[in-house]
């Protein structure tokens, strides 16, 4: 998806055509060899692991609130390798189980209230100083 919103935005290279066309499910190290050969065509350089973890939590976090993420959905990530910088990025972390599986176990039957934390957090995320720009 933001392949393809790059590409409508006018950034055009051929490593950016080649992963717009692909699924959500492609093989992970094929989307980032991709994603760096089109950074790379298109003279930008690759972020910092560490601030574009936290570039993309607030993205999700955003998602989560604009209803395109279900708060499930965040559990299918390693957020935990994220390194927090911030007091609203550590509480939005806090709330996020290590993987699918976990959300039952963590949080048995209270999973609406995990949900209504996790979007009180995210609210908070999305509403603090940005960590820079494009963020």
Not at 31 to 59: K, M, V, W, Y
Not at 61 to 69: F, I, N, S
Not at 85 to 92: D, G, M, P, V
Request: charged share 25%; glycine share 6%; proline share 7%.
């Amino acid at each position: 998806m933001i392949a393809a919103e790059a590409l409508a935005a006018g950034l055009d290279t051929p490593a950016l055509c080649e992963l717009a066309g692909w699924s959500r499910n492609a093989d992970p190290r094929d989307i980032r060899d991709a994603f760096e050969r089109a950074l790379a065509e298109s003279g930008i350089g690759l972020p910092d692991r560490g601030l574009a973890r936290r570039h993309a939590l607030r993205r999700i976090a955003a998602e989560l609130l604009d209803g395109q993420t279900a708060p499930a959905d965040l559990a299918r990530d390693d957020w935990w390798e994220t390194e927090a910088q911030t007091a609203e990025e550590e509480a939005f972390l806090a709330l996020l189980p290590p993987c699918d599986c976990c959300i039952a176990y963590t949080l048995g039957l209270d999973q609406q209230a995990w949900a209504a934390q996790l979007r009180a957090a995210a609210l908070t995320l999305t509403s603090s100083p940005p960590i820079g720009p494009g963020c």
